[in-house]
C-alpha cells in the first residue's frame, strides 16, 4: 500500500505564502518521480511542479518564480513552497508519485489532497 502523505494547507491573503508537504516511504521516493498537481472547482487536475530524483525541477507557466518544489532525501519528503499566492492559486492540491516511466513500469499514485485558499 503506498501512501502520501500531504500537509501544509490552508487559508492565506493574497501575497502570502504556503508549504505543503508530501511524506511517503523510502522505497517509493529513492526511485519516484515526485509532483504537485492541483484541481480547481470545475477545473480539470494540473500540474503545478515536478522533481526528479536526481532534483531536476519543472514548473507551469502560472507559477513559475513563486512556487518551488524541492525533496529531503533524509525525510523522504517533497516540499511545494508557495510565494506571492494570488486567489487563482486557490484549488486542491494532490501530491504525486509516478513510477511509470521506469523499467519495469510501476504505479502512478496520489495523496489525498490539502485545500489551499487564497483570499482576502
Known amino acids: 500500500q503506498v501512501q502520501l502523505v500531504e500537509s501544509g494547507g490552508g487559508l492565506v491573503q493574497p501575497g502570502g505564502s504556503l508549504r505543503l508537504s508530501c511524506a511517503t516511504s523510502r522505497s517509493i521516493f529513492s526511485i519516484y518521480f515526485m509532483g504537485w498537481y492541483r484541481q480547481a472547482p470545475g477545473k480539470q487536475r494540473e500540474i503545478v511542479a515536478t522533481i526528479t530524483t536526481g532534483g531536476r525541477t519543472n514548473y507551469a507557466d502560472s507559477v513559475k518564480g513563486r512556487f518551488t518544489i524541492s525533496r529531503e532525501n533524509a525525510k523522504n519528503t517533497v516540499y511545494l513552497q508557495m510565494n506571492s499566492l494570488k486567489p487563482e492559486d486557490t484549488a486542491v492540491y494532490y501530491c504525486?508519485?509516478?513510477?511509470?516511466?521506469?523499467?519495469?513500469?510501476?504505479?502512478?499514485?496520489w495523496g489525498q489532497g490539502t485545500q489551499v485558499t487564497v483570499s482576502s
Open positions: 504525486n508519485a509516478d513510477g511509470r516511466s521506469l523499467i519495469p513500469s510501476r504505479g502512478n499514485y
